[in-house]
C-alpha cells in the first residue's frame, strides 16, 4: 500500500524559510516522478513542482528561484525547500505521486505566511 506523510509546515514570516519533507513508502521510490502541489480554499490543487526520477525539475512560475525540489532515495523521502516565503504561498502543500493508474496523495501540511 502506498503512503505519503508531509511534515514541515508552519507559520513564517513573510521572507522566512521552511523545508517540507515527505516520507514514502509502498513503491519503488527511486523509479518514480514526484510532485507537490499546494491548495488554497476555494481554489483547485495547483503543481508547484515536480522532480523525475533523473532529478529533472519543474517549477510554476510563481515559486522559481525561490523554491527548491529535491529527493533522497536512500530514505525515500521528497523535500521542498521554500524561501523568500510570501503570503501567497499560504496553503495546504500535498506531496503526490501516480501509481499503477491512481494518484496517491498525503494528507498534506499546512504553510501559514504571515506577519
Known amino acids: 500500500q502506498v503512503h505519503l506523510v508531509e511534515r514541515g509546515g508552519g507559520l513564517v514570516q513573510p521572507g522566512g524559510s521552511l523545508r517540507l519533507s515527505c516520507v514514502v513508502s509502498?513503491?519503488?521510490?527511486?523509479?518514480?516522478?514526484m510532485n507537490w502541489y499546494r491548495q488554497t480554499p476555494g481554489k483547485q490543487r495547483e503543481l508547484v513542482a515536480n522532480?523525475?526520477?533523473?532529478?529533472?525539475?519543474y517549477y510554476v512560475d510563481s515559486v522559481k528561484d525561490r523554491f527548491t525540489i529535491s529527493r533522497d532515495n536512500v530514505r525515500t523521502t521528497l523535500y521542498l525547500q521554500m524561501n523568500n516565503l510570501k503570503p501567497e504561498d499560504t496553503a495546504v502543500y500535498y506531496c503526490?505521486?501516480?501509481?499503477?493508474?491512481?494518484?496517491?496523495w498525503g494528507r498534506g501540511t499546512q504553510v501559514t505566511v504571515s506577519s
Open positions: 522532480i523525475s526520477s533523473e532529478h529533472k525539475t
Open positions: 503526490n505521486v501516480y501509481h499503477r493508474g491512481n494518484q496517491f
Open positions: 509502498g513503491i519503488n521510490f527511486r523509479l518514480y516522478p
